[in-house]
Every structure is written in C-alpha cells, then in structure tokens.
C-alpha cells in the first residue's frame, strides 16, 4: 500500500497501478517465470507470468508497457491496445491492492534478456497454455480471456467487475 498525506492532514493508503502485457507473435504469447528483486523473491516468484509492473509517475500505462517488456523481456512491441481493466481490491496472491490495466501488444523483437525478475522466458501456443496453478496472480485468467477475446472479438468486456457491497 502506498501511504500519502492530503492537503487537508490525514494520512491514508492508496491502490497501486500496474500494467500486465500480453505479448503475441502469431499465436503465441510470451510469458516470464517470476525470478526475483534485489536478491528476495517476488510475490509468487517462480510462477508464470505476464510481462509488466508498476507504472513509474508522470508515466501513461503504455509508456510503462513499453519500458517493462524492454526492462523485463528485452522485447519490442507495437500495435499496443487496452484489453482489460482489473480493479477487485482482494486479487489472488497480492499484499497489495493494485488496479491493472491489462495491454495486448504485437511482438517486433527481441534482445538476449539478463533480468533477476523473470528468470526464463517462454513463448506458448495460445491453445497450450500453461496450468492455471503454474500461473502468478491472476494472469492466467487473463490468458484465458485474452484466448477466447482473440478467438471472438465480441466475447469479452474490458472492464472487470466485481460484485461489491456498496455503503
């Protein structure tokens, strides 16, 4: 959680905003196995995952796509679009509460990767995927959206809701 002081004095705890990529070249999708930070492991580190983070200030969510598929996979992409928008406070494997933006991009290229956070980068065929307990946070249910979206572009919403008591 991010602590911040308003201008009006109390102290409170602000959600996180992230980007997770969704890299095709044909149809396949990059993923990273979640390595490490500084020497501690990630939050569900040696997991599958989808290339991505945490957006850096005065940074739009496809500037910060760009740059993690560049800092995470040595990788270039284009043709980026919005394909959805997670913001379930209570996501699965997260101590924190982050709203994430999830990015389709086109694979250009790719440069010898030397990143601690994701220790091993693997292209999978849509149609083999990996299981959804060798997957980190909830990618792989984006991966399985972002598989049937491709398949029928009509058939998945962008915005993701979540049943919520409203007071």
């Not at 991009?105 to 790719?110: G, L, R």
Request: charged share 30%; proline share 4%; glycine share 8%.
């Amino acid at each position: 959680m991010i602590k911040c002081t308003f201008e009006s004095g109390p102290l409170t705890s602000l959600r996180h905003v992230t980007v997770d990529g969704i890299i095709l070249r044909g149809n396949e999708i990059l993923l990273g196995k979640r390595g490490s930070y500084n020497g501690k492991p990630l939050l569900e580190s040696g997991k599958w995952g989808l290339i991505g983070g945490f957006l850096d200030r005065d940074e739009t969510i496809l500037e910060a796509f760009q740059r993690e598929a560049m800092e995470e996979a040595r990788c270039k992409i284009n043709n980026i679009r919005l394909f959805r928008i997670i913001d379930n406070p209570y996501r699965p494997g997260e101590d924190r509460q982050n709203i994430t933006f999830v990015l389709i991009a086109d694979f250009v290229s790719i440069k010898d990767n030397s990143n601690e956070e994701v220790k091993e980068l693997k292209w999978f065929k849509l149609d083999n995927l990996p299981p959804m307990e060798e997957m980190a946070f909830d990618h792989g249910e984006s991966l399985y959206k972002a598989r049937e979206f491709l398949e029928d572009q009509n058939s998945v919403s962008i915005i993701e809701r979540f049943p919520a008591e409203i007071k």
